[in-house]
């Protein structure tokens, strides 16, 4: 079993930046698939950034150029840089790896 513990989220204007960071813990860390999704209240979790034990990544049209996955397999952590952010991108934030989920890190934008 994977245990994930978030942190980064918080309050920030419109244009502004955040980094979200993940931990895992247990071993293999750089052999899984790590991935961030959001979600927002009365609507499904969508996935907003995905980056395979590759490399390759993928984004949500929504976030594509702004947004940026990476991950550290020495310190088990997958980070997602947030940049130009607005009040739409609002939501709580979930990492996943390997099938686990984080307990989640607000993000509000205030306009």
């Known amino acids: 079993q994977v245990h994930l513990v978030e942190s980064g989220g918080g309050l920030v204007q419109t244009g502004g930046s955040l980094t979200l960071s993940c931990v895992a813990s247990?071993?293999?860390?750089?052999?899984?698939?790590v991935s961030w999704f959001r979600q927002t209240p009365g609507k499904e979790r969508e996935n907003v950034a995905y980056l395979w034990s590759t490399g390759m990544t993928l984004y949500a049209n929504a976030v594509l150029g702004r947004f940026t996955i990476s991950r550290d397999n020495a310190k088990n952590t997958v980070s997602l840089q947030m940049n130009s952010l607005k009040p739409e991108d609002t939501a709580v934030y979930y990492c996943?790896?390997?099938?686990?989920w984080g307990q989640g890190t607000q993000v509000t934008v205030s306009s």
């Open positions: 996943k790896v390997d099938g686990f």
């Open positions: 247990g071993h293999n860390f750089n052999t899984y698939d």
